[in-house]
């Protein structure tokens, strides 16, 4: 773990000029004035995969922004299935729900090396008390993450698509943002997990889009698949009318 005091990270020392701190989280609206009193300080960590960074039920003191990697946030049934809600990529900030709830809502396990900031739930609201221009940012991304959701849904888990459109529809979800031929690969329990549907349903899927030569092994990374954007587009796009 590495500390960063919150003036530091909105001015881009150390690597913060490179997180989503500064930018694409929640203070890029802020000015140094807003930071003046505050003397909190933002934790640095690092993450190996499959690690667990809070519990459903865990006292909610953090907000976390990732930095790099990939978090699935999982609910648990009474018979210990998994049911995961969201995959979280760089710049997506999780554990908002402390901001109202003194609980997380669920269990946050990264899916690869992970590096990410978490930042204290007093330091956010205290600047959400003293500044409205933090309330704009904690809207948004309340917003984005009830329309990531509610996407899921409705492209991923309901509906009448077959496993593989379903997958494909996935993989196109699970794109990098910074580089658009890869996804996050996934553990077939995973993609059950999202889906619905049993492993070997997302194992006979991912076949078929090998097969076509949609996707393939990343040779550089084991977090990755190498994926045909195009073609996947153009293999969940709805038929033409005519």
């Known amino acids: ?33 807003d930071f003046a009193l505050l003397h909190d300080q933002i934790d640095d960590f690092d993450y190996p995969s499959g690690a667990v960074i809070y519990h459903a039920g865990a006292h909610g003191e953090w907000l976390f922004t990732v ?58 609201e205290r600047l959400n008390r003293d500044t409205p221009r933090l309330q704009k940012p904690l809207l948004e991304h309340w917003h984005a993450a009830l329309a990531e959701a509610d996407a899921w849904l409705a492209e991923l888990t309901a509906g009448h698509a077959d496993v593989k459109t379903r997958v494909a529809r996935l993989l196109l979800r699970l794109v990098d943002d910074v580089e658009p031929g890869r996804a996050i690969r996934l553990s077939l329990e995973d993609i059950g997990a999202i889906l619905g549907a049993a492993p070997e349903s997302a194992s ?18 084991r977090y990755h698949w190498l994926i045909d954007r195009a073609g996947l587009k153009a293999l969940v796009a709805p038929p033409a009318e005519y």
């Open 204 to 221: 006979r899927a991912l076949g078929i889009l090998r097969r076509s030569n949609l996707l393939s092994d990343a040779p550089d990374s």
């Open 67 to 124: 930095r790099s990697g990939a978090v699935k946030l999982v609910r648990y049934g009474a018979d210990g299935t998994q049911r995961i809600l969201r995959i979280l990529g760089r710049g997506d900030v999780f554990g908002l729900e402390a901001l109202v709830s003194p609980a997380y809502d669920h269990t946050s396990i990264t899916l690869s090396p992970v590096s990410l900031c978490r930042i204290p739930r007093v330091l956010v």
């Open 1 to 33: 773990m590495r500390a960063i005091t919150i003036k530091s990270a909105w001015h881009g020392h150390s690597d913060c000029q490179k997180c989503g701190v500064r930018r694409s989280a929640l203070f890029a609206d802020l000015v140094e004035s």
